[in-house]
């Protein structure tokens, strides 16, 4: 059996071990068309063989960019990891200019593309890239060479003992991958992870996925060029577990119950919206089944692992699920039995709801430096804790420091920043990575983390606030879509609150308030603005005084990643957002003073 020490040892394992069918599953004209363990191995071997004979050497940079997760990526991936090769996975979305700085800062030669709308961006900063020598597309393009150039390229196996050898010579720390960081503020950084780093996380996370291995379908569709989807794309490979690409975020409902996976990776942002609109459809229900629906919901929202709650909660729980929470299961498939959370935290109350519908949801911790996680819950053991990210995986080691920063250290800590030994120094400390999130350790060994540490800021007043616990809060209002925090520096914390612009309508229509017919018109309405009101009152409540919202400005556009307000994870760019608002910012301070 193959020893996986190196990221492209795991489609041999999951070939000897598991020798899928369905390997990697990605969707063609209305088709779902396999790719089985063997053809994979197969077929990364010839894009192997392909990029020798175009003399792509060791340590030679290939960026790859997808708008949507595929198993050419994958192909790819380990084709050009097995020689040695190092890939740059790019975000779609970002701007051209940091398109044009990752790919000449990388000093990429060969750049792989999904579709027409990424090879536009790239080829309008293509007169500012030195190293760049060609372009490859996944979608057939008029004029761009195909992907499938490489590997008719390859298919010829006489140069196959090169390949084996430049397998061989490979060690486990060699890098591997460079991801650059979306970051909230600056330019990004390029994150160096070696064959170690990786294949440590994937080994020290596989113990804590419930699954059967090699007889499990996952579904898969947060960004590909993240840490966190593609390790978890490398566990299935390890586990046998046969992985099928969604077609987009919009097609998300038809492929769940196509695919009917029992486990998929989600952000917070993701299963807030699925919530929202579960409870739409609950609040249209009339009479009994709507009573039922809102009594299954509060049932829920008190929901504790491991029947902690008695056997008379169970009972009643047993019940909710037949009637009420069973049509939430068929809605995402009817088969899911995990879903694992990460990249933001995830609201406690969502946690248990799910958790209660027989979806338990189990919410993990890391970063792109750790390839990516520290610490995750796990159903098995006694692992789980909800309101935490679980214990740390094994050989992970976690200290806190004196001003709560979380400090880690362990095999899948990064081996620097690109050509960049200074933010590498600051970052570490006697080998401890600096997480810039604040947090604590409970006597159990479960970790929980309470803030970003640079996002807490100081008002005038010399009071901390905490953003992001204030955030998370105020997000379970149906009125809110999205809120931002302000108030560095300032007398008193305030926000910029995106509405729920569908939501409010419902909302006006059902109250017989006329909103106008433009978004701008709608935060200008005297009623929604007066319900605001209500609503970040109703949550201030929670908090202490000095860290109550006084002051608020509605925003009459949506936060997107295209518009800049996100990164790709879907974190607030805080810095853009308070640029982009900066005349509500002024109404709201310098109105005061």
Same mark, same amino acid.
């Given at each position: 059996?193959?020893?996986?020490?190196?990221?492209?040892?795991?489609?041999?394992?999951?070939?000897?071990?598991?020798?899928?069918?369905?390997?990697?599953?990605?969707?063609?004209?209305?088709?779902?068309?396999?790719?089985?363990?063997?053809?994979?191995?197969?077929?990364?071997?010839?894009?192997?063989?392909?990029?020798?004979?175009?003399?792509?050497?060791?340590?030679?940079?290939?960026?790859?960019?997808?708008?949507?997760?595929?198993?050419?990526?994958?192909?790819? +991936?380990?084709?050009?990891?097995?020689?040695?090769?190092?890939?740059?996975?790019?975000?779609?979305?970002?701007?051209?200019? +940091?398109?044009?700085?990752?790919?000449?800062?990388?000093?990429?030669?060969?750049?792989?593309? *999904?579709?027409?709308?990424?090879?536009?961006?790239?080829?309008?900063?293509?007169?500012?890239?030195?190293?760049?020598?060609?372009?490859?597309?996944?979608?057939?393009?008029?004029?761009?060479?195909?992907?499938?150039?490489?590997?008719?390229?390859?298919?010829?196996?006489?140069?196959?003992?090169?390949?084996?050898?430049?397998?061989?010579?490979?060690?486990?720390?060699?890098?591997?991958?460079?991801?650059?960081?979306?970051?909230?503020?600056?330019?990004?950084?390029?994150?160096?992870?070696?064959?170690?780093?990786?294949?440590?996380?994937?080994?020290?996370?596989?113990?804590?996925?419930?699954?059967?291995?090699? +007889? *499990?379908?996952?579904?898969?569709?947060?960004?590909?060029?993240?840490?966190?989807?593609?390790?978890?794309?490398?566990?299935?490979?390890?586990?046998?577990?046969?992985?099928?690409?969604?077609?987009?975020?919009?097609?998300? *409902?038809?492929?769940?119950?196509?695919?009917?996976?029992?486990?998929?990776?989600?952000?917070?942002?993701?299963?807030?919206?699925?919530?929202?609109?579960?409870?739409?459809?609950?609040?249209?229900?009339?009479?009994?089944?709507?009573?039922?629906?809102?009594?299954?919901?509060?049932?829920?929202?008190?929901?504790?692992?491991?029947?902690?709650?008695?056997?008379?909660?169970?009972?009643?729980?047993?019940?909710?699920?037949?009637?009420?929470?069973?049509?939430?299961?068929?809605?995402?498939?009817?088969?899911?039995d995990l879903m694992v959370s990460g990249s933001?935290?995830?609201?406690?109350?969502?946690?248990?709801?799910?958790?209660?519908?027989?979806?338990?949801?189990?919410?993990?911790?890391?970063?792109?430096?750790?390839?990516?996680?520290?610490?995750?819950?796990?159903?098995?053991?006694?692992?789980?804790?909800?309101?935490?990210?679980?214990?740390?995986?094994?050989?992970?080691?976690?200290?806190?420091?004196?001003?709560?920063?979380?400090?880690?250290?362990?095999?899948?800590?990064?081996?620097?920043?690109?050509?960049?030994?200074?933010?590498?120094?600051?970052?570490?400390?006697?080998?401890?990575?600096?997480?810039?999130?604040?947090?604590?350790?409970?006597?159990?060994?479960?970790?929980?983390?309470?803030?970003?540490?640079?996002?807490?800021?100081?008002?005038?007043?010399?009071?901390?606030?905490?953003?992001?616990?204030?955030?998370?809060?105020?997000?379970?209002?149906?009125?809110?879509e999205q809120i931002m925090v302000i108030g560095?520096?300032?007398?008193?914390?305030?926000?910029?609150?995106?509405?729920?612009?569908?939501?409010?309508?419902?909302?006006?229509?059902?109250?017989?308030?006329?909103?106008?017919?433009? +978004?701008?018109?709608?935060?200008? *309405?005297?009623?929604?603005?007066?319900?605001?009101?209500?609503?970040?009152?109703?949550?201030?409540?929670?908090?202490?005084?000095?860290?109550?919202?006084?002051?608020?400005?509605?925003?009459?556009?949506?936060?997107?990643?295209?518009?800049?307000?996100?990164?790709?994870?879907?974190?607030?760019?805080?810095?853009?957002?308070?640029?982009?608002?900066?005349?509500?910012?002024?109404?709201?301070?310098?109105?005061?003073?």
């Amino acid at each position: 059996m193959t020893n996986v020490s190196r990221i492209f040892d795991i489609p041999y394992y999951q070939l000897e071990k598991y020798k899928l069918e369905d390997a990697l599953v990605t969707k063609e004209n209305e088709n779902w068309h396999k790719t089985s363990s063997e053809s994979y191995v197969e077929q990364a071997c010839a894009i192997s063989r392909g990029l020798l004979r175009m003399g792509v050497e060791k340590e030679t940079k290939i960026a790859v960019i997808s708008s949507n997760n595929r198993t050419e990526w994958h192909i790819l +991936d380990i084709g050009a990891l097995q020689i040695g090769a190092h890939t740059i996975p790019i975000y779609p979305t970002i701007s051209e200019d +940091d398109y044009a700085y990752i790919l000449e800062h990388s000093e990429a030669q060969y750049c792989f593309v *999904s579709d027409e709308e990424v090879l536009d961006k790239v080829n309008a900063i293509r007169d500012k890239l030195s190293s760049l020598k060609e372009v490859y597309s996944f979608n057939q393009i008029d004029g761009t060479k195909h992907w499938t150039e490489v590997l008719e390229l390859g298919k010829e196996p006489s140069n196959q003992d090169e390949v084996k050898s430049r397998m061989e010579a490979i060690q486990p720390d060699e890098l591997a991958t460079i991801i650059y960081t979306s970051g909230t503020t600056g330019k990004p950084k390029g994150v160096m992870l070696s064959h170690r780093n990786i294949v440590s996380n994937v080994l020290n996370s596989a113990e804590r996925v419930p699954l059967n291995e090699g +007889d *499990s379908r996952a579904l898969s569709f947060l960004p590909i060029c993240h840490i966190f989807e593609r390790m978890v794309v490398y566990l299935y490979q390890y586990y046998g577990i046969s992985i099928y690409f969604a077609e987009s975020i919009d097609k998300m *409902s038809d492929n769940l119950k196509e695919v009917k996976p029992n486990v998929m990776t989600v952000v917070p942002r993701l299963l807030e919206k699925v919530y929202d609109k579960i409870y739409a459809k609950g609040s249209d229900l009339t009479g009994i089944k709507k009573k039922l629906f809102f009594w299954a919901l509060s049932l829920g929202e008190k929901f504790e692992p491991y029947g902690a709650n008695g056997w008379w909660y169970e009972t009643k729980l047993n019940i909710a699920r037949k009637l009420i929470f069973s049509k939430w299961q068929e809605g995402l498939g009817g088969q899911l039995d995990l879903m694992v959370s990460g990249s933001a935290a995830l609201q406690p109350r969502l946690n248990r709801i799910f958790a209660a519908a027989g979806i338990p949801v189990m919410e993990g911790y890391g970063l792109t430096e750790t390839s990516p996680v520290i610490a995750v819950n796990c159903q098995k053991n006694g692992g789980w804790k909800i309101g935490t990210v679980g214990k740390m995986i094994p050989e992970v080691e976690v200290k806190i420091a004196e001003d709560g920063e979380i400090l880690c250290k362990g095999p899948s800590v990064m081996t620097g920043y690109y050509k960049d030994p200074e933010k590498t120094a600051e970052a570490m400390t006697d080998g401890y990575f600096h997480t810039g999130d604040i947090g604590e350790v409970d006597s159990q060994g479960f970790l929980k983390i309470t803030d970003r540490k640079k996002e807490m800021f100081k008002t005038s007043g010399g009071k901390y606030i905490a953003p992001q616990i204030i955030e998370n809060e105020m997000k379970q209002s149906r009125f809110i879509e999205q809120i931002m925090v302000i108030g560095e520096g300032e007398k008193l914390p305030a926000a910029l609150v995106q509405p729920n612009f569908e939501f409010v309508r419902d909302w006006a229509k059902r109250k017989k308030i006329d909103v106008g017919n433009t +978004d701008e018109d709608l935060i200008k *309405s005297p009623e929604v603005i007066k319900r605001f009101e209500k609503e970040i009152a109703a949550y201030n409540s929670k908090f202490g005084h000095w860290e109550q919202i006084k002051k608020f400005e509605l925003t009459s556009d949506v936060w997107s990643v295209e518009n800049g307000q996100l990164t790709p994870t879907l974190k607030l760019k805080r810095r853009v957002i308070k640029e982009q608002y900066k005349d509500l910012y002024d109404k709201i301070y310098r109105s005061t003073e």
